[in-house]
């Protein structure tokens, strides 16, 4: 399924739950900021896990921190995937196409110049 698809479905889904029209997209965002933070919480454990990786382990422990980063992993995807909900519900709250808000953010970036560093620090090219 593509993107437009998944928001008209996601839209559909909140309007029989009656979240559209009872809610508002400050309501939204709120509940997308909390969804954003456990977001946050599972890319940052993620990353953790991530340099345990590197260390040498045994046989229990590597199949152990297997399993955690496979449960992280669904959490990750699960809190963008709820982010995203919130993110549609106020667009359609507000009236505003999300797809529309998508292409604007894109069309404000896709000429800006530059990289990421390995520090995680994007530098504009000049």
């Known amino acids: 399924m593509n993107f437009e698809i998944i928001s008209e479905n ?9 979240i559209i029209p009872n809610s508002n997209p400050m309501a939204q965002a709120m509940k997308g900021m ?15 896990l991530k340099q345990i990786e590197e260390l ?4 229990e422990a590597s199949e152990s921190l297997k399993t955690k980063q496979e449960y992280w992993k669904n959490k990750f995807k699960d809190s963008i995937g ?5 993110i549609v519900n106020s667009a359609a709250l507000a009236n505003v196409n999300v797809i529309e808000c998508f292409n604007i953010a894109y069309n404000e970036i896709k000429d800006r110049k530059g990289t990421m ?10």
């Open 10 to 18: 996601v839209t559909d889904w909140a309007k029989a739950r009656q």
């Open 34 to 48: 909390e969804e954003a933070a456990e977001w946050f919480q599972a890319a940052s454990i993620l990353y953790a």
């Open 82 to 86: 709820d982010t995203l909900v919130c």
């Open 117 to 126: 560093n390995e520090k995680g620090v994007f530098v504009k090219e000049k």
């Open 56 to 59: 040498p382990l045994c046989d």
